[in-house]
């Protein structure tokens, strides 16, 4: 009986990726950008919004943020090589991924002109003062 319900778990391919990954995890599966999940924090007071997104290993220059009609748009473009060698250096395995992950969040009444964002150790901390009428442009947001 067990056996059998061995076999019918190797056949099914959800088992078989889970096992796989459990017995062989590898860097994919720790991957954000492969898992498509951005891990983000919004804090609010009286005068700002202050959020916080997971980005570790993402260069500044491949998150894009606009701000327009009340909404954060936050895109990330990011693209992986990697090479496995043997013993005597020759590559047995070479992979290239790219990914592109993009979220929008609701925020109206923000002060478009003083919208601040920067990444320090693998956190993107974007803050969005709080304005009575605020002004729309082309939406683009410089991060520092």
Avoid at 29 to 47: A, P, Q, R, S
Avoid at 71 to 90: F, M, N, T, V, Y
Avoid at 116 to 141: C, F, M, R, W, Y
């Amino acid at each position: 009986m067990a056996n059998e319900l061995m076999n019918r778990f190797a056949m099914d391919p959800f088992f078989d990726t889970l096992a796989r990954r459990f017995f062989s995890p590898t860097d994919a599966d720790n991957d954000y950008m492969v898992n498509g999940d951005l891990k983000t924090d919004i804090t609010e007071n009286d005068k700002n919004y202050i959020m916080k997104v997971d980005v570790p290993g993402i260069d500044k220059k491949n998150i894009h943020l606009a701000y327009q009609h009340g909404d954060l748009a936050l895109s990330i473009d990011q693209e992986r090589d990697s090479e496995k060698k043997d013993e005597q250096g020759r590559v047995v395995a070479s992979e290239r991924s790219h990914g592109v992950m993009s979220r929008t969040y609701e925020l109206p009444g923000v002060d478009r002109d003083n919208i601040s964002a920067q990444v320090n150790d693998g956190v993107l901390t974007i803050t969005l003062p709080k304005a009575a009428d605020s002004h729309e442009d082309s939406g683009n947001i410089e991060i520092q």
